[in-house]
């Protein structure tokens, strides 16, 4: 009897004899099976998001796919192309808050802390457990200047501004995975070319530079935002701050603003308002984003990207110097506003997503 007569022997006799205990095997190792599967599953899926976030933000091929797209030789890998500022083309979509109806009840700081109170949401526990509350308000407090323990004060205003940065970093965060996505294609619909085009003028990128809109589109440590915000409105005290929800200081030539009453009467300048504090927010981050006089906080916030190294806030401010006319005293004054107040715990900060789109990226 051959070697191949003698093994259909066996499992013959396997048959016969031991179909019960065959029966029972193949009933406990199917069963172990989906045991393992269904277990193993939501780490798989975990797993799988966060190297799927990683490979568009760490690796990120991009920079290699983007040098092909261009085909162009530059001197600096990472130089962005210089454009005329548009003041009315990049602001159009915060110009649009203006038109769409929003609640104008100004909440009261005892009803804004019971909120706080009520959700947990405690700049303690924001240091320690890194997640911070979706409480989005409208509108700063009227009480804001009759707060007199300063500690509580400042309090009050990072915990209404924080979350209104993080939202606005997690937008851009999208923005630039989306950009990411299509700049790994080699073939890209006209859904996908439409928004480029829309990307395009948002960033005041006016000759379709895709180099420039990725050096442009990204986001901006909170820190860096809560000491600006705080430095130009005095924690959230200043005329501009309660009257045109002003967090920022920027200026406006139009006749949308808020005239300083310590202004010369040939300056034409006026500080700019907003409907909500929301549209302050994102002005704030689309003027650093795009304005010339922030081209080297730009690139050397790009540079920390192609390094792989975390943005630091304290180094980024040095390249502020253009935003007030006491130049690098105010990078000086940030600085220290970010160390008294150990504004860097916020940086490394999650919104708790309240879509389903949000939780894909935190």
Do not use: C
């Not at 760490?58 to 990472?78: A, F, P, T, Y």
């Not at 940065?165 to 996505?181: C, G, T």
């Amino acid at each position: 009897m051959n070697k191949k007569s003698k093994f259909y022997l066996k499992i013959f006799k396997f048959k016969g004899i031991g179909h019960n205990l065959k029966s029972f095997l193949y009933t406990a190792l199917i069963g172990f099976f989906f045991v393992v599967f269904f277990s193993a599953t939501p780490k798989l899926i975990v797993l799988k998001n966060n190297l799927f976030i990683k490979s568009i933000e760490v690796k990120n091929e991009s920079k290699n796919n983007l040098e092909k797209v261009l085909k162009i030789k530059k001197n600096s890998e990472d130089e962005e192309q210089e454009d005329e500022f548009d003041n009315l083309q990049v602001f159009e979509d915060i110009f649009r808050y203006e038109e769409i109806p929003t609640s104008t009840v100004r909440l009261s700081a005892s009803t804004i802390k019971e909120l706080f109170k009520e959700t947990n949401y405690n700049l303690k526990n924001v240091r320690k457990e890194k997640i911070v509350k979706p409480v989005n308000l409208e509108l700063l407090p009227n009480e804001m200047k009759m707060i007199e323990n300063t500690k509580e004060r400042k309090n009050l205003f990072i915990q209404i501004v924080l979350p209104l940065i993080l939202e606005e970093n997690n937008q851009i965060k999208l923005d630039r995975k989306k950009l990411f996505a299509i700049l790994n294609r080699s073939n890209n619909s006209d859904s996908e070319l439409k928004w480029l085009n829309m990307k395009f003028k948002q960033y005041g990128v006016k000759n379709k530079d895709l180099l420039t809109l990725k050096i442009r589109m990204d986001v901006i440590p909170p820190s860096l935002a809560i000491a600006q915000a705080a430095k130009e409105t005095g924690w959230g005290t200043s005329r501009f701050a309660l009257e045109g929800n002003a967090l920022f200081g920027q200026w406006t030539f139009s006749g949308n603003g808020i005239k300083p009453k310590a202004a010369d009467d040939d300056k034409s300048h006026k500080v700019m308002k907003f409907q909500i504090l929301q549209a302050s927010v994102r002005a704030y981050f689309r003027n650093l984003n795009t304005h010339s006089s922030y081209r080297d906080f730009r690139k050397h916030r790009a540079i920390a990207r192609d390094n792989d190294e975390k943005l630091n806030s304290l180094i980024l401010a040095d390249y502020l110097d253009k935003y007030a006319a006491t130049g690098k005293e105010y990078t000086k004054v940030l600085k220290k506003i970010i160390e008294q107040n150990v504004l860097r715990d916020f940086d490394d900060v999650e919104l708790l997503p309240n879509s389903e789109i949000l939780k894909k990226i935190i």
